[in-house]
């Protein structure tokens, strides 16, 4: 069994920060791509920024230049810092990995159970 946790959302104000953290714990093998999406209401869910094992990124248009993602690998953590937050960003937040829970299986596609963001003055 596998579970994410995801922690730091709120509310901040427009130009405000916040940082997100998400912790993957469980029977983990190995984790390869972890990731951050977002769903608004009334909007489709969306990539926000996704890491490789590795550490090469990927960020969607709209946050790039606002947010960073990072993990470490030993605590088995993803992170978002969010800075120049806008309206816009107001969503909740989904933590995303992929995720072996045995040797040489595939992986299997994980989500966290989301935390709030609200950006409003």
């Known amino acids: 069994q596998v579970q994410l946790v995801e922690s730091g959302g709120g509310l901040v104000q427009p130009g405000g920060s916040l940082r997100l953290s998400c912790a993957a714990s469980?029977?983990?093998?190995?984790?390869?791509?972890m990731g951050w999406y977002r769903q608004a209401p009334g909007k489709q869910r969306e990539l926000v920024a996704a890491?490789?094992?590795?550490?090469?990124?990927n960020y969607a248009d709209s946050v790039k230049g606002r947010f960073t993602i990072s993990r470490d690998n030993a605590k088995n953590t993803v992170y978002l810092q969010m800075n120049s937050l806008k309206p816009e960003d107001t969503a909740v937040y989904y933590c995303?990995?992929?995720?072996?829970?045995?040797?040489?299986?595939?992986?299997?596609?994980?989500w966290g159970q989301g935390t709030q963001v609200t950006v409003s003055s």
């Open positions: 995303n990995a992929l995720i072996t829970t045995v040797q040489a299986s595939p992986p299997d596609d994980y």
């Open positions: 469980g029977s983990i093998f190995s984790i390869y791509i």
């Open positions: 890491i490789s094992s590795g550490g090469s990124t």
